[in-house]
Nanobody, 124 residues
Framework: QVQLVESGGGLVQAGGSLRLSCAAS????????LGWFRQTPGKEREFVAA????????SYTDSVQGRFTISRVNAKNTVYLQMNILTPEDTAVYYC?????????????????WGQGTQVTVSS
């Protein structure tokens, strides 16, 4: 059974940092694109970041560029999202995703597996 399990969410003050982790199990994801989406109540799910299977290519939504960094360790089947200079607008449930396509995509339809999500709350 394929599982993506996120961890590292929580409550942080504006300007602070959090590091999300996502551990994949049930198969090897070393050839998968891995990424993160987020969603707040009443809004559509939003692309945050993604990374190619070898880490050579990354993509970020404009609002997090320069503040968030996505990385992966294939030997651990794990992807990370380092989030710095957090603002209240970053408050959301963050979802880890994995996609079998060869390219990094911002389209949620291109991802085959989704985690259950982890809550990130940034207080002002």
């Amino acid at each position: 059974q394929v599982q993506l399990v996120e961890s590292g969410g929580g409550l942080v003050q504006a300007g602070g940092s959090l590091r999300l982790s996502c551990a994949a199990s049930g198969r090897t994801f070393s050839r998968y694109v891995l990424g993160w989406f987020r969603q707040t109540p009443g809004k559509e799910r939003e692309f945050v970041a993604a990374i190619s299977w070898n880490g050579d290519t990354t993509s970020y939504t404009d609002s997090v560029q320069g503040r968030f960094t996505i990385s992966r360790v294939n030997a651990k089947n794990t992807v990370y999202l380092q989030m710095n200079i957090l603002t209240p607008e970053d408050t959301a449930v963050y979802y880890c995703v994995a996609g079998a396509r060869a390219w990094v995509s911002r389209n949620q339809r291109h991802y085959d597996y989704w985690g259950q999500g982890t809550q990130v709350t940034v207080s002002s």
